[in-house]
């Protein structure tokens, strides 16, 4: 659609003629014949432009003026200018929609790269993004789960990542409720120097790089939430620097989202360099991890959800038992009589770091196969 306000207000800064847009309904008294619309009509005292028409809704829009304002040479120049805007309106448009065609194959090369388990040759009409991943790009995984029975609108979702980013994203429609979003380094990492090259950049990404991408996706997840009723996951990789890494990498935070939805992982947002553990726990065959926990069926207090509460808030606070307590809001003396507990059923005691690993695996074991 053209911008038909800034073209008013031009018109009336430039002729100083009161111009004003209209919309009335489509009928046999407007001028549109054979799907051609005139350029321009006067209708008694005023003089008409034809600006476009929504035949769904019945209606047209209009732009008017007082007729004698406008001269004949005026009104030729307005015509002009409104086809010219149509025309660029048009090719914008064709633009757009050769964009997203090319996002939706890139789309199906990857989900088809997933799927086979392989990176497949990807199409000459890809070479296009060839160049901005030798930059390095950021690729973000996202799904939805929500109310939304026809589901998020791919142009709503792109036009919030473009204000969250400030920035153009490539926003990549995988499976449905699945999008991939491909974002330059520059617009995620503020500290980034475009000159540096790739060694030198890789060596930088350690700690730090973690930091930045997990506060920036942390923000990006709650822009997304606050939009949408429902529930949304998001993950996201280090930068890439050639596009055949892309379909691995995806592969690869979809095995992170599902691992952090099972082990209840971080609100919503998932962290490869936080799953470790989690990953080669689930690569256990399933009846080697049943049979395990059979053999723990006297510890089954283990598996109480009080708990498990309290064993993960004491993991997490490094196995302090001060700070496990104020987190818990609990007396240090009952959190003392938890583990306590524990341990005389168990015979595990978890303030010593061997009993610690131990139970710390069991209950990987036991969330992964409870949710398998």
Known sequence: MANYEELLQKLQDILNVPFQ???????????????????????????YFYLEANKEEGKQMLLSAPAQHVEASERALIEWIISSLHHNADSTEIA???????????????????????????PEDLRVYEKQFTKGMIPFYLTYEGAHESGISLKALNKLLQSYFDGKVL??????????????????????????????????????????LAAF????????????????????????FNI?????TI????????LGKKFKVGEHVYFPWQFHLERLIYSIPEEERANYLKGMSNSSILFEDETISTLETFFQMDCNVSETAKRLYIHRNTLIYRL?????????DVRTFKDAVLVKLTLFMYKVTKTS
């Open 96 to 122: 757009k929609n050769k964009e997203v065609n090319s996002l939706e194959q890139l789309g199906s090369w990857i989900q088809e790269s997933v799927d086979k388990d392989k990176s497949l040759p990807y």
């Open 244 to 248: 055949v890494s892309l379909p691995p």
């Open 340 to 348: 306590d507990k524990i341990k005389q059923e168990t015979g595990l």
């Open 251 to 258: 592969s690869f935070l979809r095995e992170i989202t599902e």
């Open 21 to 47: 847009i209209i919309e009335v309904p489509i009928n046999k008294h407007t001028f549109i014949k054979d799907d051609e619309p005139s350029h321009s009509f006067e209708e008694g005292d005023s003089l």
């Open 217 to 240: 996706t942390d923000g990006l997840h709650e822009v997304i939430a606050n939009e949408w009723v429902g529930v949304f996951h998001l993950s996201v990789a280090k930068p890439l």
């Open 171 to 212: 926003l990549v429609p995988l499976e449905e409720d699945r999008w991939s979003i491909l974002a330059e380094l520059g617009l995620v990492l503020d500290n980034t120097d475009e000159d540096m090259n790739q060694v030198a950049l890789q060596q930088k990404m350690q700690i730090s790089i973690e930091e930045e």
